[in-house]
């Protein structure tokens, strides 16, 4: 079965908690402080992978749990960092975050990989707290929690061509013959529910990818029929090949033809403004040329003409299509483009940062800044609560976070006024 939509739900696992703990050796009786840090939590990623091709098995709505990191030990000792989870979608798939709807990422390229939920860091054991002024400390930070979102899956398949057109019209005979696609053909409308693909060679060498999309009726865009649910999968095509009907029939070409342009532009994204080629099929039949030539003067513009019985006008379509496809460029499914904004957006200076970080060495650190520096002098560490809140204070303004984009490692030194730690990922 082809799904195309799911909801999922995340949740990355929380960094281990720190540990307390003091050595106990035989002639050291009060041996310093030996609680170990924990381990990160596992992340969720999500990964395109070109084997897969439907959200089937997400259909009912799942859950991803990464496990917990380990917590730190006695003796210094770490904790394990949990392994993070994967999970494979098709590509093309689209990840918006429930709540707002924002583009979390869109998974276009087979391998390309995206953090949905970052697990938690690892608390620090009470070794790290320890100062001059306070030589046993009894604090150990716990785990940082993981998150918990919930996704909008959407597949929008990659194809480079959309056949669209009233039910019946012929779409799924045309795909049918000129790529290896075998997509179900009958006479009565909406025989095609779920897109199909098919990848396209003209006799000239070049290759594109066609899809062939269920009927559209009047009203697709309030639902009507099928709906609009499919048209998602042409935001990506490049080209649409609109497809109306000369043969019997009681309908209308040119009215079918407004119609249908009609739900295009409804639908938005504007897909009303793609390059289309406009195809007449079943010019096979009786009084096909007459509907023709009548549709044509109504119309204004070439139309290729084709009979999926006879093959006529079929090459030159598929040529019309590689030709079009050469001179236009992808569309970006997600406004990097901003010629398709009409207001322009005003962005609000910075507010000024709370502190920057200062690189020393290789593995020292600074972090600076006036207002950071005057709460450290006013928090007393050689207090345990004094210490904690130091702690907590750098961990609101995600130090650990920043240091870790600027390249930070392991056991680097950080340093903040006169007091130093350890980093730890
Ligand atoms: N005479 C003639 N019949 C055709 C031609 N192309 C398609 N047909 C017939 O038209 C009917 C509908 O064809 P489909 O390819 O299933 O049409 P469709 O546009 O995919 O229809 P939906 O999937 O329902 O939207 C079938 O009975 C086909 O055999 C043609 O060029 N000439
Ligand atoms: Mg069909």
Redesign the pocket.
């Known amino acids: 079965m082809f799904i195309d939509r799911a909801v999922v739900e995340v949740r990355s696992g929380k960094g281990g908690d720190g540990a307390i703990a003091f050595l106990r050796e035989k002639f050291m009786p009060n041996g310093g402080p030996a609680g170990g840090n924990g381990g990160r939590g596992a992340s969720v990623l999500f990964r395109a992978n070109s084997h897969i091709n439907t959200l089937y098995n997400f259909r009912h709505s799942k859950t991803f749990i990464g496990p917990d990191g380990e917590k730190g030990g006695i003796k210094n000792q770490y904790g394990k960092a949990a392994k993070d989870i994967i999970v494979d979608v098709p590509v093309g798939t689209v990840i918006f975050e429930e709540k707002d709807h924002k583009v979390i990422a869109d998974l276009n390229e087979d391998g390309k990989v995206i953090c949905v939920a970052k697990g938690g860091r690892g608390g620090r054991g009470n070794t790290c707290f320890k100062s001059p002024t306070n030589r046993a400390p009894k604090i150990a930070e716990n785990g940082e929690p993981g998150e918990t979102k919930r996704l909008i899956l959407e597949l929008k398949l990659l194809a480079d061509v959309g056949l669209v057109?009233?039910?019946?019209?012929?779409?799924?005979?045309?795909l049918?013959l000129v790529s290896s696609a075998r997509?179900?053909?009958?006479?009565?409308?909406?025989?095609?529910l779920v897109p199909n693909l098919g990848v396209v060679h003209t006799k000239d060498g070049r290759s594109f990818v066609m899809a062939?999309l269920?009927?559209l009726i009047e009203g697709a865009h309030q639902g009507k029929g099928l709906g609009l649910r499919f048209l998602r999968h042409i935001e990506r095509c490049r080209v649409i090949v609109h497809?109306v009907n000369m043969?019997l029939s009681d309908r209308d070409p040119y009215q079918d033809y407004l119609i249908i342009n009609n739900e295009l532009k409804s639908y938005g994204f504007g897909l009303d403004k793609r390059p289309i080629i406009l195809v007449a099929?079943?010019?096979?039949?009786e009084g096909a040329e007459k509907r023709l030539k009548k549709f044509e003067e109504q119309f204004g513009q070439p139309i290729i003409p084709?009979?999926?019985?006879t093959d006529d006008g079929l090459d030159k379509l598929l040529y019309a299509c590689a030709d079009l496809l050469d001179k236009t460029p992808h569309f970006p499914l997600y406004g990097d483009d901003e010629n398709e904004l009409d207001f322009k957006v005003y962005e609000l200076p910075e507010e000024e940062k709370e502190f920057h970080i200062r690189r020393l060495d290789a593995h020292k650190w600074r972090i600076e800044g006036d207002k950071i520096i005057k709460f450290y002098r006013m928090t007393n560490i050689s207090t345990d609560e004094g210490m904690m809140l130091l702690m907590m204070k750098l961990r609101k303004l995600k130090i650990d976070d920043t240091l870790e984009t600027l390249g930070a490692s392991d056991g680097d030194t950080v340093f903040l006024d006169d007091f130093s730690f350890e980093y730890w990922s």
């Open positions: 057109g009233y039910p019946s019209v012929g779409k799924s005979t045309l049918s997509p179900e053909i009958a006479d009565y409308p909406f025989t095609t062939d269920p009927g497809i043969g099929s079943k010019m096979d039949e084709i009979s999926a019985l």
